[in-house]
């Protein structure tokens, strides 16, 4: 049974840095891509990123453009989520997700494995 557990969500100020972890069980993340997203209360879910096994990234959100960054560790079977100059609005709760499937070009929400999630507090 493949697992995804979260990590890394903390309650920070603006400006402030975070790392998010996901690690994957019962499975090897080189199978998967990853993909990364959040929702914030009474909004919407919104995808950030996905990244292909090849590391090949396809960027959805304007918003973190240029703020956040992410990778996969094979080794570690880890995905990151590198968030800086974090804003108010980046207040969320997010999730990381693998799908067997390539990445899709627009965003979507078709993926096989959800993590349940780390919550994101940003503010002074």
């Known amino acids: 049974q493949v697992q995804l557990v979260e990590s890394g969500g903390d309650s920070v100020q603006p400006g402030d840095f975070l790392r998010l972890s996901c690690i994957v069980y019962?499975?090897?993340?080189?199978?998967?891509?990853v993909g990364w997203f959040r929702q914030a209360p009474g909004k919407d879910r919104e995808a950030l990123f996905c990244i292909g096994p090849d590391e090949r990234l396809v960027a959805y959100s304007e918003a973190v453009s240029g703020r956040f960054v992410n990778h996969r560790d094979q080794i570690a079977n880890t995905a990151y989520l590198h968030m800086g100059n974090l804003r108010p609005e980046d207040s969320a709760v997010y999730r990381c997700?693998?799908?067997?499937?390539?990445?899709?070009?627009?965003?979507?929400?078709?993926?096989?494995?959800w993590g349940q999630g780390t919550e994101v507090i940003v503010s002074s």
């Open positions: 019962g499975s090897n993340l080189n199978q998967y891509s």
């Open positions: 997700a693998l799908r067997r499937a390539s990445c899709p070009v627009k965003p979507e929400f078709d993926y096989d494995y």
